[in-house]
């Protein structure tokens, strides 16, 4: 059974960080750009990184770079966000996908940045 499964997700005060990861399992990710996004309620699903199959390279959009770091470890399956300098703007469910010829998605983790 093909799953991706995200973890890390919670509550941080502004400012604060957290790490998300991402567990495949039912398939290699090795030859999967792997990507994160975003969503809140009434708003579409927002990219927030992208990393190539071999990690190499890694894109950003403009309002989480310099912050968010996104890297993978093909060995075990799993993918990371490190998410620095936290705003209240970043809260969202964060989901991750697979994509080649096919695209999963896991289910989703609640970040929510407050004080």
């Known amino acids: 059974q093909v799953q991706l499964v995200e973890s890390g997700g919670g509550l941080v005060p502004p400012g604060g960080s957290l790490r998300l990861s991402c567990v495949a399992s039912?398939?290699?990710?090795?030859?999967?750009?792997m990507r994160w996004y975003r969503q809140t309620p009434g708003k579409e699903r927002e990219l927030v990184a992208s990393?190539?199959?071999?990690?190499?390279?890694?894109i950003y959009p403009h309002s989480v770079k310099g912050r968010f770091t996104m890297s993978r470890d093909n060995a075990n399956l799993t993918v990371y966000l490190q998410m620095n300098s936290l705003k209240p703007e970043d809260t969202a469910v964060y989901y991750c996908?697979?994509?080649?010829?096919?695209?999963?998605w896991g289910q989703g983790t609640q970040v929510t940045v407050s004080s």
């Open positions: 996908n697979a994509i080649d010829r096919r695209s999963y």
């Open positions: 990393i190539t199959q071999t990690g190499g390279s890694t």
């Open positions: 039912g398939f290699t990710i090795s030859t999967y750009t």
